[in-house]
């Protein structure tokens, strides 16, 4: 999507991550749906794959990790308008060094419908 790349150097921001894992799970055929939008912002993406929904929030970090990911997923409530389909929701959190460029953390929780 647009916001991924506007007026960016792609590599240093969470576009160029979300990118990626976009690129692996559509080349597996599975229904993503990127800067998935809800009424209190937009979740990175959404992966709707064998009756279970995960739910994707990217940020990038100086170093160490902040666990502003998955608090974001939480804080804006991405996950409650999926409930009433009555699949198992995941919550993921991934972040990313911007010095070390790779993942610092991942962090999962599950959503009880």
Known sequence: PHDW??????ARYEGHYASVFYSHFA??????TVED????GKVDMTVDFA???YLFEFK???QLPEGSALEQIK????ADKYRAQGKPIHLIGVEFS???????????????C
Do not use: C, D
């Open 5 to 10: 790349y506007r007026n960016n150097p792609i």
């Open 27 to 32: 080349a597996l055929g599975v229904n993503v």
């Open 37 to 40: 939008a809800s009424h209190h």
């Open 51 to 53: 009756g279970h929904l």
């Open 60 to 62: 990038v970090v100086e």
């Open 75 to 78: 804080a804006k409530g991405y």
């Open 98 to 112: 911007r010095e070390r460029r790779q993942i610092v953390a991942f962090e999962v929780e599950n959503v009880h």
